[in-house]
């Protein structure tokens, strides 16, 4: 069985027939080639898969591309403005906030959404805004300082 | 891991074994069970569809009763395998008269492999326990209302 | 990982979703998924079918009437936790769901598919206990209320049959001078609750008045300390009598208790009381 | 362009393609006529294979191919062990890549399937029906070396795979004559690595022209060359290995796996590329796991607190089979530095490597070396509190003093250069360690209780050189290459044997290259991970990528300015020795005014139309690089505690840590180095560990009961640092990746006891979990 399905990824509209069962992300990564977001467990724990769907962040591991159709899906190559990175990107470049890079993608996204809901967060909330992305190599401290940071730039922007 | 239970019933210890290797109540009991047939002695295949709510599995299997001893005590092997791993176990069961009726007491080790040992293995007690005392409720009841 | 093949069916209505559930045997229902995904990724569950019904605006929204809320089963825990309405009304509930997972989890997760999933180290069941919140579920267009403690009835076992759908949950709003609060002792990988206690405590005239406190995380199914709230009842709050009223939480815990290799049901009978004691002492200060 | 750039924390070179999702891993690669393997893997942990019908599976829809153990006789080579200790009956297990007959852990490939789409292969893959007949397993090391218990291999009694010593001094002596004697049973217990990204491989072989292409995510792809070349039987020429962007790895991309070699396998069957990337519930099977060691250690001291020997034996899981660099793990890195930073009179470890039915254990992030600071560190805070003195006292009695150029242990090793007592002493005066004991002394705090926890470490890094590699059994060199190229625009490649896989060198590389050279970094291109394109290197690990080839890069970038020099004195009509260089520039001495750059000598080293004479064209240089010695890095370590007694709930506070690693490249990311590594060392004490159920299930199989550190558990990490230089490194650089890792499990570890000292309570079984510590203030409650 495959149904259709219409989903805007990073603006650009994609229509493919996908069997039921395939999950968001395998839609992002291997039917339309949009690599960026990663994979990293089997069970919702790692948020390697994070993205915005309609502006709000999932794990595209835990939805199926039958439940994204219709609607809009921002993934990490779908960010910056052209060749302008967004804050957060710069952010996570400026204070390096980021080794391996296998979690950024997701974690970028899970800040996009911290930033959405709390603009100007403690230290302690950007800890618990990230409590369902992992990191292994850098003991998110400087992720941490890195949030913070582009909280500060994103409010001289508005 | 240990899994151990004990059930009263309201009738002596004979009447308590024989229901206890009457197969057909057995298999009616089992949660889950499909089919249990004969093949040897005291050795049964079984197939079981095990259904925690969302969680089901199919599990193709034997079970095993030795050591019989009635009506006093035998000892329970269980074996089987299905999509999300394997099940192996075994047990003590051992009855007593107690006030009038029969205290049923088991002790026995359940090994469960594959997919549910890897991520479940904080529900395996639970649902071991709950499966056996629905069996044994399931015979209480059935010792006080035959079919 | 990849589930199994299954057939998939998105229900325009709640009417059709019966339909649905009607024409296929073994279909389970899909509403944020985050209970359902998981497992169909493991190949725990090979359903046939999936019936999606995560677009029913019908089951969306939180209202209020007469004193009761009523929160459509699609609210996602991340609105249950941002609403003002339960903040104000049933705050146990949103101190809960904003416990939930972590924040991408809590905007797809939904209170109905929570509920009807009953994981026993699962947080909104709990404050539901508590609560003496119902459950409304919908079968052949007809609507019927459960009330909590008839509908958790096992692990990850409720009353629903094979064609019932959960359409909302329904909630006393908390009274003036009654406080409540949800404490947990959460697993660091999972995030559930090793332990999970919510109280609702109304204070009337500097003494407790009701009390009611369920306990998540202990047993297959959340359950009241019945304990607990006599001997709080009638009592004037103190730390003592709050710990000795969470020390009496023993006699509800029953023997058979959940362990696991993260905390046995020796450490978790030992850490009911505290965090009882926990819940209470929070309850109460916001009760006064 | 100023020198100053050495020293500098600029940003990432590699972080702009990894902030935008532009970054290639090997999942993210996609070849025409791709195939998608799956692997079947035994449920048992141990059980003899007595059936497998794959008929079933092979028919099914999109299925392309099943192999099994009989397909692959001949074809492919048992999966080797690369370290072969000498001197302690080292018995190999063969390892095949599929397994016949008996599988020896839950994850032991049985079976692999091939299809056109990996939903395919997995729904295939249910059909494969193998019987098993459960044998017998072990798991603990120590139960797995008694008389009776299962036997994995037949040909290996007692499970046995090594017996190892260590001894130096009168260790009899030591004891006979000891004053005070203070002992533990410590169990490191079994860790599993979690690279974010779980192992992949992506194999592309051309049944025309007999070659292959290997995308592999590894730390060391020329080694991957080496051994594929082995077991597949195809010419090292034949081979290309590349190592995309790789995903961290932490020791656990060291291995080079069965699944690796099945899926080469399956594309030289199969004349197609075939790709396999592991799930994560894979990856905690099959994927190797670290530490694994039951520690009896014994200390042997004087009243006043002077230690005058250490006793120990360990028992080391190795798992069902050797892994790769797996007998090395705990003797070589571990025994050898027992000693840590101390005086040690006399030693005796004696070291049982086991077979177990787990999966095989291989270096994870420090590797070995944890294992040892653990030790000694945790005897310290025992002495301390048998003398009743302060364990920072009982330290100080004890430490190496200051040393510029070697130091000899009794391990043998000899140290390059160290000030231990000054690292100890800044972190006490940062931490302010008088204030935080008074504030201890108070007593608890509604039932809270303040703990501090002290560890002072060395380590060896850079390994090593290729001489003592072969001494030790290693089996391959331990140098590293590096080729510079100049471009006549004066751009820079850098060809690089090292492999880093997340570490930053692309950038620490161009900031050597740039201070050696004066050009800016941005100018320097790094190429790394391919073995067609880039010199042989021996791989990354045992923090020696910047060590080892940073110095084979900077040697590089000093031939390159020799032969500048000359270029520029030729221009500038000078002799060569009456030339000067600073700051990027080539002039004659004492008139700086008149001077060449690097790039106008690159331009004219390659357009070559005036050299002087006997000088060949272009502006290139290659160095291998083999060390004379490890370097020692070195720190101290602090963590502040609270332990809440009614819940057992410890609450990591502040986490002071100073690693000395020599002169810092780029402080930044040295600084990150020290959170990961520190953060991944917190997470063994308190949180990590692979749990096996008596039957040898993992029952910590995935993310949802494997505690790994996030973000809220954890406090800012205090960063401080002293700069010792090696003083027989180029550039005196000592190396950082596992800095962090190697005090700070003991570090936590002594604070949480620490904290318990009013309950008496003195030992507790690691991770620190909130129900194990109030098990053990219920016992000392008695």
């Known amino acids: 069985m495959h149904v259709p399905v219409t989903i805007t990824v990073n603006g650009q509209r994609y229509e493919h027939q996908v069997e039921p069962r395939l999950l968001l992300v395998h839609f992002l990564r291997e039917v339309i080639g949009a690599t960026g977001t990663k994979i990293g467990c089997d069970t919702s724990q790692c948020g390697a898969c994070t993205v915005l769907l309609d502006g709000v962040s999932m794990k595209s591991c835990t939805a199926l591309a039958v439940q994204a159709d219709g609607y809009e899906v921002t993934t990490i190559e779908g960010l910056a403005n052209g060749s302008e990175l967004h804050p957060i990107q710069d952010a996570f470049w400026e204070k390096h906030g980021l080794q391996c890079g296998f979690c950024t993608p997701g974690m970028i996204l899970a800040s996009v959404e911290l930033l959405r809901t709390t603009p100007d967060p403690t230290d302690e909330q950007i800890r618990h805004g990230l409590e369902g992305n992992i990191c292994r190599c850098t003991g998110y401290q400087n992720i941490v300082r890195a949030i913070r940071h582009a909280a500060g730039t994103m409010a001289g922007q508005r | 891991m240990n899994i151990t239970g004990s059930y009263t019933f309201d009738a002596p210890p004979q009447a308590v074994w024989d229901l206890l290797i009457d197969i057909d109540a057995v298999a009616a009991c089992l949660p889950g069970c499909e089919s249990m047939d004969p093949i040897g002695d005291n050795k049964y295949r079984v197939v079981l569809t095990m259904g925690i709510a969302a969680i089901t599995g199919r599990y193709e299997g034997t079970v095993e009763m030795r050591d019989l001893e009635p009506p006093c005590s035998y000892r329970l092997v269980v074996e089987g395998r299905g999509k999300p791993g394997f099940v192996t176990g075994g047990g003590a069961i051992s009855l007593t008269a107690s006030d009038g009726g029969t205290r049923v007491t088991v002790d026995g080790t359940v090994q469960v492999g594959g997919t549910i040992a890897r991520v479940g293995q904080r529900l395996i007690g639970s649902v071991a326990k709950m499966m056996m005392d629905r069996f044994f409720a399931c015979l209480q009841q059935r010792l006080t209302h035959p079919a | ?288 | 362009m100023s020198t100053r750039i050495f020293g500098s924390g600029i940003r990432r070179r590699e972080d702009p393609r990894l902030i935008t999702g532009t970054a290639t891993y090997t999942d993210d690669l996609t070849l025409p006529r791709m195939v998608h393997a799956a692997m079947l893997r035994s449920p048992h942990a141990h059980a003899r294979i007595t059936s497998i019908d794959t008929s079933n599976a092979a028919a099914a829809a999109g299925v392309v191919a099943v192999y099994t153990h009989a397909d692959t006789v001949g074809a492919l080579q048992p999966t080797p062990c690369a370290w072969l200790l000498p001197d302690s009956d080292l018995k190999v297990a063969t390892y095949h890549g599929l397994a016949k007959d008996v599988v020896r852990y839950v994850g032991d490939l049985v079976a692999v399937l091939v299809a056109e789409d990996r939903y395919a292969a997995e729904d295939a893959l249910e059909l494969i029906e193998v019987d098993y007949e459960p044998l017998p397993a072990v798991i603990d090391p120590e139960q797995a070396a008694k008389d009776g218990a299962p036997q994995l291999h037949d040909e290996i009694p007692r499970n046995q795979a090594f017996h190892w010593t260590v001894a130096g001094g009168d260790i009899d002596a030591a004891f006979e004559q000891a004053e005070v004697v203070v002992s533990d049973r410590i169990i490191q217990q079994r860790l599993i690595p979690n690279a974010m990204e779980t192992r992949a491989a992506l194999a592309s072989y051309t049944t025309a022209t007999g070659e292959l292409t290997l995308w592999n995510t590894t730390q060391n792809p020329h080694i991957v060359r080496f051994l594929m070349s082995g077991v597949c039987g195809l010419g090292e020429d034949k081979i290309r290995v590349v190592a995309p962007e790789v995903g961290g790895g932490f020791g656990s991309k060291l291995a080079v796996y069965p699944a690796d070699f099945v899926t080469v396998f399956c594309s030289m069957r199969l004349g197609r590329p075939v790709k396999w990337t592991e799930t994560r519930s894979e990856n905690y099977q099959a994927t190797t796991h670290g530490r694994d060691h039951v520690q009896q250690v014994e200390l042997a001291a004087k009243k006043d607190g002077t230690i005058t020997g250490l006793r120990c034996t360990v028992y080391a899981g190795m798992g069902a089979y050797l892994s790769t660099a797996a007998p090395g793990i705990p003797t070589i890195l571990h025994g050898l530095m027992l000693s840590g930073p101390y005086t040690l009179p006399a030693v005796k470890e004696d070291v049982y490597g086991t077979y177990t039915n787990g999966t095989p254990v291989d270096a994870y992030r420090g590797a070995g070396r944890p294992e040892a600071t653990f030790m000694l560190e945790r005897m310290m805070d025992l002495l301390a509190a048998e003398l009743e003195m302060d364990p920072v006292d009982v330290r100080k009695k004890n430490l190496i003093p200051k040393f510029d150029d070697g130091h000899e242990v009794i391990t043998t090793l000899s140290y390059d250069s160290g000030d231990y007592p000054a690292a100890l002493d800044k972190v006490l005066a940062h931490a302010d360690y008088a204030g935080l004991r008074a504030t201890q002394a108070k007593g608890p705090i509604n039932g809270t209780y303040l703990g501090l926890g002290l560890a002072n470490y060395v380590e060896m890094c850079g390994l090593g050189p290729s001489q003592v590699a072969g001494a030790i059994g290693f089996q391959g060199g331990l140098w590293e290459s590096a080729i510079v190229r100049f471009h006549p625009s004066g751009k820079v490649h850098v060809f690089i044997g090292a492999s880093p896989h997340g570490q930053g060198e692309e950038t620490t590389f161009a900031q050597i290259v740039s201070s050696e050279l004066g050009v800016d970094p941005n100018d320097v291109k790094v190429f790394h991970g391919d073995t067609d394109m880039t010199p042989m290197g021996w791989g990354t690990y045992g923090s020696r990528t910047t060590a080892v080839g940073g110095a084979a890069l900077a040697l590089t970038a000093r031939k390159i300015r020799d032969k500048a020099k000359v270029i520029a004195a030729h221009l500038l009509e000078a002799a060569v020795e009456d030339m000067d260089y600073e700051d990027g520039k080539f002039f004659v001495k004492g008139a700086p005014d008149q001077h060449k750059t690097i790039t106008d000598i690159a331009l004219m080293a390659n357009v070559a139309w005036n050299m002087p004479e006997g000088v060949e064209a272009g502006l290139e240089a290659s160095t291998f690089y083999d060390p004379p010695n490890f370097t020692f890095p070195f720190g101290t370590h602090l963590a502040v505690v609270e332990v809440e007694a009614e819940t057992g709930v410890v609450t990591l506070t502040r986490y002071i840590a100073l690693d000395d690693c020599g002169p810092q490249i780029n402080p930044v990311i040295v600084e990150g180095q020290v959170h990961g590594g520190v953060v991944q060392g917190i997470g063994q004490a308190l949180w990590e560990e692979a749990v096996y159920d008596e039957g040898g299930q993992l029952v910590t199989g995935s993310m949802l009961d494997y505690a790994l550190p996030r973000a809220d558990m954890l406090p800012d990490i205090e960063v401080l640092s002293t700069v010792t230089p090696s003083p027989h490194h180029p550039i005196g650089v000592k190396g950082v990746g596992e800095a962090g890792t190697i005090g700070s499990t003991v570090a936590v570890y002594n604070a949480v006891i620490d904290a318990l000292r009013p309950l008496g309570v003195t030992s507790i079984r690691m991770p620190l979990t909130p129900e194990r510590v109030w098990q053990a203030i219920q016992q000392a409650k008695g």
């Open chain 3, 1 to 288: 990982m990849y589930a199994p093949e299954f057939a998939y069916y998105r229900a325009g209505s709640l009417a059709e979703a019966g339909q649905l559930l009607q024409q296929h045997p073994g279909a389970k229902l899909l509403a944020g998924g985050h209970s359902l995904i998981p497992l169909l990724k493991l190949r725990l569950t090979t359903p046939p079918a999936l019936i999606d019904i995560g677009r029913l605006d019908e089951l969306k929204g939180i209202s209020v009437t007469d004193g009761r809320v009523r929160i459509g089963a699609l609210t996602t825990h991340a609105e249950l936790a941002a609403s003002s309405e339960l903040a104000a009304r049933c705050p146990a509930l949103a101190e809960a769901a904003g416990l939930i997972g972590d924040p991408a989890v809590r905007n797809r997760g939904t209170i109905g598919g929570n509920v009807a999933h009953a994981d026993p180290a699962s947080d909104l069941p709990t404050v539901l206990r508590a609560l003496d919140a119902t459950i409304a579920v919908t079968v052949d267009g007809s609507e019927r209320s459960i009330p909590a403690a008839d509908f958790f009835e096992g692990m990850m076992e409720t009353a629903l049959g094979d064609h019932d759908i959960v359409t909302a949950i329904e909630v006393p709003a908390a009274s003036a001078g009654q406080g409540q609060a949800y404490i947990k002792f959460s697993h660091p990988a999972s995030r559930y609750a090793v332990v999970g206690a919510a109280a609702s405590v109304t204070l009337t005239g500097g003494t407790i008045s009701t009390a009611a406190v369920a306990l998540g995380g202990l047993v297959p199914v959340a359950t009241r300390a019945d304990s607990v709230e006599q001997a709080l009842t009638g009592q004037t709050p103190s730390v003592d009598t709050i710990a000795a009223a969470a020390a009496a939480v023993s006699a509800d815990l029953g023997d058979d208790l959940i362990g696991d290799i993260y905390a046995s049901a020796e450490y978790r009978r030992a850490m009911a009381p505290v965090c009882v004691k926990r819940a209470l002492t929070a309850a109460v200060e916001r009760a006064g």
